[in-house]
């Protein structure tokens, strides 16, 4: 009743009632399917001493899934932990070295496809204070997707004069630290 509740999206506890409720449909011979049809979709094995139960998650059918902060983990009914250094496992000089450019050309595409706002292709991390850019699998499919769309020569250009135009407004002291 509780796995029902919570997939339900109820957080209450099931009162003495309607576990009794529960109970008696039960001895009657209702099915648990009818008893409790969202739950069906989970397998729940149990023997004397382990208590094991599985879930496939996917994206078309089954049980709604979202995501959910460290604070929401203990509400949950099921928590899995992804390692978001698998999913954005690329750095600038890795994407860099798929395409055959060098990181300064890149960084150019990068820029100009707006990859850094796209939260599906690029992420940042912190690590202490220093900080970390890292780029998906998808980054880099997208990447490769505008060769053929862009001309790169133009895009480069378009970088360097970006570059150099920051660079002349930047106050002198800046310019001598860097």
């Known amino acids: 009743m509780i796995v029902e509740s919570n997939i339900n999206g109820l957080q209450a506890q099931p009162t003495d009632k309607e576990i009794n409720r529960i109970v008696k449909r039960i001895k009657l ?36 899934v979202h995501m959910v902060s460290n604070e929401e983990a203990e509400q949950a009914m099921a928590v899995r932990e992804v390692n978001l250094l698998d999913r954005y496992s690329l750095s600038l000089n890795a994407l860099a070295d798929h395409l055959g450019f060098t990181a300064p050309r890149t960084t150019a595409l990068v820029l100009h ?36 769309e862009h001309d790169m020569d133009l895009v480069w250009t378009s970088y360097r004069e970006k570059v150099r135009a920051r660079r002349s407004t930047m106050p002198q002291e800046k310019l001598d630290s860097a």
């Open 29 to 64: 011979g209702e099915s648990s399917g009818s008893l409790f049809p969202a739950s069906t979709r989970l397998s729940i094995e149990a023997d004397d001493q382990n208590f094991v139960f599985s879930l496939k998650l996917t994206r078309s059918e089954g049980l709604p």
């Open 113 to 148: 496809l707006g990859l850094r706002e796209d939260s599906e292709s690029f992420r940042e991390f912190a690590v202490g204070k220093s900080r970390f850019g890292r780029y998906s699998q998808r980054a880099l499919t997208k990447l490769r997707g505008a060769l053929e």
